[in-house]
């Protein structure tokens, strides 16, 4: 399979895209992007802004929540409970790890 660059993109929170682009290469609705987007699943680089845009590392999360449609059958609501979901468990996995990693600690180091 041979890739052309000039089609790669870097998604990270420096490089923005329009809710257009979101759409075309998630296969998402604007609709079910704008549910995303009222849930606060995807948030755009400054509210007040018209037209809306968005960092490029939420191309994932828009595909991630075509494939929960696709997958599961899930109407526009079930994805974004979905996806918040998905997020909380991150969020929760990312305390616990912190608690490991500070049990973990000798007894020196966690007196101070």
Do not use: K
Not at 3 to 32: Q, T
Not at 82 to 111: F, G, K, T, Y
């Amino acid at each position: 399979m041979n890739a052309d660059v000039s089609e790669w993109i870097c998604l990270n929170d420096r490089g923005v895209c329009s809710v257009g682009y979101l759409a075309e290469v998630s296969g998402l609705s604007n609709e079910e992007l704008d549910e995303l987007i009222e849930t606060g699943i995807i948030v755009p680089v400054d509210d007040q802004a018209r037209p809306q845009s968005f960092h490029l590392r939420y191309v994932v999360t828009a595909n991630i929540a075509r494939r929960l449609r696709d997958d599961f059958e899930l109407d526009r609501h079930g994805v974004a409970l979905a996806l918040a979901m998905m997020r909380r468990i991150d969020e929760l996995q990312a305390e616990l790890n912190a608690v490991r990693a500070r049990l973990d600690q000798p007894a020196s180091n966690q007196a101070g």
